[in-house]
């Protein structure tokens, strides 16, 4: 039974669309997360909810939007995509410490 | 500015021996310290954490270490087995919970038979 679960695995897209990726935990967490690994393996911090509401927004262009209909999804928004939105997105939950992660989705910008 | 470094980004070592995975950090805010393990085409995995008022965490075969006057912790893995080849995340955060997690750039560790 999946903990925190991501779709698509794979997106693969053309410059200026506009797509999502959503993520769903099971863990019962009050507080997710987005992160974002670029093509140097650097993972980093993108947004956090904690019981839908934002508590992290790490200068992320206005093009990414999260949206938390609930504690146990935050799904990504990116509009108007560009090359340099290629790279593996992870979500993430937690009860406090530990953050326990999705599978990640691979984004192509082409 | 790369807040937490992990200088040697692959690491290789002998079935059943130490691999040793070192970390250093620059932020002296940062409370909570953790390791994770990824596997390719997967998300990380959480192995093993420490607080800053410890210098030791051991789990099973790993260990972590943390010198805080040295902003330095380490993690050991003993014996070494080949299920441990991976790529091995060092990651730092506040002591409040549900924080953000600032992470190392990795090493991958593997485990030659």
């Known amino acids: 039974d999946t903990a925190v679960s991501q779709t698509p695995k794979y997106l693969v897209t053309q410059m200026g669309n506009d797509k999502s990726i959503k993520c769903e935990q099971n863990l019962g967490h009050d507080t997710m997360y987005w992160y974002k690994q670029d093509s140097k393996k650097f993972l980093k911090i993108m947004f956090s909810?904690?019981?839908?509401?934002?508590?992290i927004n790490e200068t992320v262009p206005n093009r990414f939007s999260p949206k938390s209909p609930d504690k146990a999804h935050l799904n990504l928004h990116i509009n108007s995509l560009e090359l340099g939105d290629s790279a593996v997105y992870f979500c993430?939950?937690?009860?406090?410490?530990?953050?326990?992660f999705g599978p990640g989705t691979r984004l192509t910008v082409l | 500015d790369q807040q937490v470094k992990q200088n040697s980004p692959s690491l290789s070592v002998q079935e059943g021996r130490i691999s040793i995975l070192n970390c250093d950090y620059t932020n002296s805010m940062f409370d909570y310290f953790l390791w994770y393990k990824k596997y390719p085409a997967e998300g990380p995995t959480f192995l093993i954490s420490?607080?800053?008022?410890?210098d030791k965490n051991e789990d099973g075969r790993f260990t972590v270490f943390l010198n805080k006057s040295a902003k330095h912790l380490s993690l050991h893995i003993v014996p070494s087995q080949p299920g441990d080849s991976a790529v091995y995340f060092c990651a730092a955060s506040g002591n409040f919970g549900n924080e953000k997690l600032t992470f190392g750039t990795g090493t991958r560790l593997t485990i030659i038979p």
């Open positions: 420490i607080s800053s008022i410890k």
């Open positions: 993430a939950s937690s009860h406090l410490y530990e953050q326990f």
């Open positions: 909810y904690n019981n839908k509401e934002l508590i």
